[in-house]
């Protein structure tokens, strides 16, 4: 597996390796060693699956602490835009998002860590994204940000994406007191 970091203190995208012949292919998705050589010792305890049509947005979500969750995030049909967003008090590139193009075809994974806003829209129909947690879901915990937010600016590739009613009401950035502290 290659591990490269991005701009965001703690934000991974990963490119398993992927052996393929006429057969199809085979992959190793995650490997808690090689994650640890990294000094990614992350106890992955849940795996989810959503299946959505095209145009479908999913977040701006996060769980707050102490049920904050890490995801590893892939796709396993079709193709989608990811997008994460530092929420972490202190840190450098508080409040900045990153997107990444995520499909079938090009296996990569990203790594979400704690306190981080993470949301994704499908690209195509029948689009099947896949990821672990390190934590279970606590509805009284759960928060979000909303998608559109002006302050954030997210330039998304689509403009009228298909929401649940939760998410087209989540509140702004600017009206998030972040209970995340940045860890250098």
């Known amino acids: 597996m290659q591990f490269t970091p991005t701009d965001l203190p703690g934000v991974f995208l990963i490119k398993p390796k992927v052996f393929g012949d006429e057969r199809g292919f085979f992959m190793e998705s995650f490997n808690a060693r090689l994650f640890a050589e990294q000094g990614l010792d992350i106890p992955f305890i849940q795996d989810n699956h959503a299946k959505s049509a095209a145009g479908v ?8 602490p102490p049920m904050a969750q890490t995801k590893l995030v892939r796709v396993t049909a ?9 929420l972490r008090k202190g840190s450098p590139t508080y409040g900045q998002w990153r997107g990444f193009t995520l499909t079938a075809e090009n296996f990569l994974q990203l790594l979400v860590p704690q ?18 947690v390190d934590n279970y879901y606590a509805p009284d915990l759960d928060g979000g940000l909303l ?14 994406p298909t929401l649940s009613a939760k998410d087209k009401v ?7 007191d972040s209970p995340f502290l940045f860890q250098a």
């Open 115 to 132: 306190g981080f806003a993470h949301g994704y829209v499908t690209l195509e129909p029948n689009t099947e994204f896949l990821y672990k």
């Open 147 to 160: 998608w559109n937010d002006p302050d954030l600016a997210i330039d998304w590739p689509v403009d009228a």
């Open 78 to 86: 079709g193709s989608v835009y990811d997008v994460v967003v530092d």
């Open 57 to 64: 947005l999913r977040g701006l979500h996060f769980q707050r």
């Open 170 to 176: 989540l509140p702004r950035l600017k009206d998030f």
